[in-house]
């Protein structure tokens, strides 16, 4: 899907707050869908995994599905696959600090003790879900107790949710949703790819939360991209739904933070065709976003952050 600058901003100038809240009614129509339909077959499939790239927004969507899953009488759990990582030896912490150790990699993702949770939590048995801790990156030696009852669900949110590799219970036992951007975005001559968008996302996250600079962001923007391509969008075919989190006014409501600092980067040339998008749409005003938006998860003071 294609959506041009000059069709956003006819919509900004005349009603941005209906505009916005259209756009965020539509977000939350799709994922209703799919939510009556994971009810549907919650018997055979009551564990859901959920897969993105960085800056998707499957954190808040995975949260989404579970408050409106819960709303309708079905109790659910969130958990974070980054939990099921390895601790890395002082070895690997070693190569970890000189660049030299893919952190990425689906290897570092205890699978056998993933697998084996996953089956029990479908069977209603007990399991003790761990908790890793990044400032030491190892897994903490207590977990948390969680007894799936009759009826509720558990979602699994990670980059390697899609991967067989990773995830080898079967199919039939599991709910797969791909959650990203594919909307894209034209101005001119101009058509702005989702991975940009991603990335307008990742910069004001880092820039607000992670005391990360615009420029940092960028830097890491190509490995980032290499490690998507590698290990996450060969296995997007795999999921039984895809959500694109593509919100229609989320670039003008970043433009007033990130415009300028973007033209301070007119040295990076991959930045070209972002500054120029944004630089061409009309601001929205961070007041008019209701605190359940997805894009909350970026921009902050949302219903989950």
Known sequence: MNIEVTRINEEISRNPE???LSANEDYLYRIRKIVDDIILHQNERPVIVLAGPSGSGKTTTALTIGKILTESGHRTHTISMDNYFCSLTEEEKRLSVLGKMDL?????????????????????????????NFGTSSREPDSVPLHRQHGELVIFEGIHALNPDVITVP?????????????????????????KIRLMRRMIR??????????????????????????????KYRSDYDVDTFVPYE???????????????????????????????????????????????????????
Do not use: W
Request: aromatic share 8%; with cysteine.
């Open 104 to 132: 990425e990699s689906p290897v570092r993702v205890d699978k056998d003790l993933l697998n084996d949770h996953i089956q029990k939590i479908g069977r209603g048995e007990t399991v003790g879900i761990p908790k890793y």
């Open 171 to 195: 199919d039939s036992q599991i709910c797969k949703i791909y959650v990203s951007v594919r909307t894209r975005i034209t101005c001119g001559d101009i058509i702005l790819h989702p991975s």
């Open 251 to 305: 670039l003008s409501l970043y433009r007033d933070s990130l415009l300028e600092k973007l033209r301070e980067m007119n040295d990076v040339p991959e930045l070209a065709d972002v500054t120029e998008v944004m630089a061409n749409l009309l601001p929205v005003d961070n007041e008019i976003v209701p605190v359940n938006s997805m894009v909350r998860e970026f921009v902050g003071d949302g219903e989950f952050n």
């Open 18 to 20: 209906n505009y916005v």
């Open 206 to 235: 880092d820039s607000k939360f992670r005391q990360r600079s615009l420029r940092d962001t960028m830097n890491m923007f190509a490995s980032v991209e290499q490690g998507e391509n590698k290990y996450i969008m060969p296995y």
